[in-house]
């Protein structure tokens, strides 16, 4: 019998028997405990995973961990990985889809209980899949059921990854995460504006990355002819050029850009990102959306350098308390939960690009500190964070120190000249920052 028609049929009781038998927990108590007790963990995976966060993607993870088959499994075996993709187990030489075993053993299971996933109404409490994602969205607290799916397919739709194979979505996760563990006495409207910037803060960054390299794309093809821009660089001198409005090929890129639907289209997006419009309109609370959108456009790296990033950032912050609203430091508080997650993964990362972060950090921390050092000792969560970013900071740093001393040692190995020179820079950059951090304040 074919997979497919395997995969689509009745299963037998001899087949329903043995996949109980190679079970690792009780289906009915495994499932209240992922998608009552831990959702957020469910969420996380399939996140990472790539996957949109649906009843099928939600059944097929359930059944591969009751298997005690995990993603980190499939790194290792090729076929587990692609069983996962064809939402198939494998069952003593028998393939079987994952929905059949949610169907005659979660499901007979879960009924037997009492156990209702989402109730359809009727009086012999039968339940339904119907709103299985929803459900589970609601009982991570993420609030807006559209907000998160919004900020989750776009970051599908850039395919942007992080740490290895785990899409970048699961970093946003992980700040909010971050901020409900750190933060107090929060009103439920601060404590929404926080969630929902958390989890949205790289959506219009991405974004238009994304759609600059498309542009770019689209205008190499159409300029290569016309043109005498060098190959090397060719990318960001043209995507440059037509976004200024600079340069002497500047009516030939005009030109094509009138001539080309998608292209105008791509430019005026860059321009004027079109996803504060479309976060606005998830909410009907137009006070609340506006002030999330003024909040998540402060927190959004443009196209300026990172000083005067950090500068716009803190200015509306300022501008708000001195105004004196309430949230006036949402933007900031999302800003130092980026700033830690990014921080607290760098390991898994390399000397420069760790570099580069405390180079960041340093910098946010002294422009914060120069120019709104007043709200420090007011705000105990910004002082929280704050210090937070500060030591966690000088613990990668640390660790690296750590990594890369013992091998300029004598004896540890034979460095080449230009080895021992990028080891020495390494450490002396380190040695640079760590001292750096020890300057900053206490408050």
């Not at 050029?241 to 030939?252: D, E």
């Not at 909410?283 to 196209?303: C, I, M, P, R």
Request: charged share 25%; aromatic share 10%.
């Amino acid at each position: 019998m074919s997979e497919e028609i395997y995969k689509n049929s009745n299963l037998g009781s001899a087949t329903i028997k043995l996949i109980r038998q190679q079970l690792q927990v009780d289906p009915a108590q495994f499932y209240d405990l992922m998608l009552n007790d831990q959702p957020k963990y469910v969420v996380k995976e399939l996140v990472k995973s790539g996957l949109k966060i649906t009843p099928d993607n939600i059944k097929k993870f359930l059944v591969f961990s009751a298997f005690g088959i995990h993603r980190v499994d499939f790194i290792k075996n090729k076929q587990l990985q692609k069983d996962y993709n064809k939402r198939i187990v494998r069952i003593n030489g028998n393939v079987v889809g994952t929905n059949q075993v949610f169907d005659h053993v979660f499901r007979i299971d879960l009924k037997n209980n009492g156990t209702q996933i989402h109730s359809n109404g009727n009086s012999n409490g039968n339940f339904t899949l119907l709103k299985i994602r929803e459900e589970l969205v609601k009982n991570c607290r993420y609030g807006c059921p559209d907000l998160f799916k919004y900020a989750h397919n776009k970051h599908l739709e850039t395919g942007k990854k992080r740490d290895g194979a785990n899409f970048a979505f699961i970093h946003p996760i992980r700040v909010w995460e971050i901020l409900e563990t750190e933060l107090i006495n929060l009103s439920e409207e601060k404590s929404n504006l926080i969630r929902d910037v958390a989890l949205l803060h790289d959506v219009v960054e991405d974004m238009q990355s994304f759609r600059e390299k498309k542009f770019s794309k689209k205008i190499i093809e159409k300029l290569k002819y016309q043109t005498k821009i060098p190959k090397t660089n060719m990318t960001s001198r043209i995507s440059s050029m037509l976004i200024n409005q600079k340069g002497n090929n500047s009516n030939v890129a005009q030109n094509t850009i009138v001539e080309d639907q998608c292209i105008s289209e791509l430019h005026t997006q860059i321009l004027n990102p079109p996803e504060y419009s479309e976060i606005n309109s998830l909410f009907e609370n137009k006070d609340y959306s506006n002030q999330l959108v003024t909040h998540l456009w402060a927190v959004t790296h443009g196209a300026e350098s990172e000083k005067k990033y950090f500068l716009r950032m803190i200015g509306v912050s300022k501008n708000l308390f001195e105004e004196q609203k309430p949230n006036y430091d949402v933007a900031l508080l999302v800003k130092f939960g980026d700033i830690i997650d990014n921080t607290t993964t760098l390991p898994e990362r390399g000397a420069s690009s760790q570099l580069k972060r405390f180079k960041k950090n340093l910098l946010f921390l002294q422009t914060f500190d120069s120019n709104f050092s007043e709200i420090i000792s007011q705000n105990s969560n910004i002082k929280k964070l704050r210090h937070e970013c500060i030591e966690c900071s000088k613990e990668s740093i640390h660790l690296l120190i750590n990594t890369y001393q013992p091998e300029m040692k004598e004896g540890s190995r034979k460095f080449s000249p230009v080895e021992l020179k990028d080891y020495g820079v390494i450490l002396k950059k380190l040695n640079f920052y760590k001292n750096e951090f020890e300057k900053l304040n206490n408050y």
